[in-house]
């Protein structure tokens, strides 16, 4: 309940130079703020390492439903993730 311990565990303050390449999706019906956090934490890479990951939002699920679309006729993020992966390998 202390807004410091959260502050100071927060991913946006653990990310370094070294940090790697990152995919960060949102959904459109995410819990409240959960996309702000999550534009904080790619600005916060891509000013560490220099380089930006990929951010993409995808519309109409929710933050469990989003992840629950793989191998499904959904192919949104699936596809994001293949793309992103086969540009950093």
Not at 53 to 64: Q, V
């Amino acid at each position: 309940s202390d807004p410091q311990v959260h502050e100071s565990v927060s991913q946006v303050n653990l990310v370094g130079p070294f940090s790697p390449p990152t995919l960060i999706a949102v959904a459109e019906f995410d819990n409240p703020f959960l996309d702000v956090h999550c534009a904080e934490l790619y600005y916060r890479l891509a000013r560490a390492s220099g380089r930006a990951g990929r951010f993409i939002r995808i519309e109409g699920h929710n933050h469990t439903s989003i992840i629950a679309s793989f191998n499904t006729a959904d192919e949104r993020l699936s596809r994001e993730v293949v793309t992103f992966v086969k540009a950093i390998a």
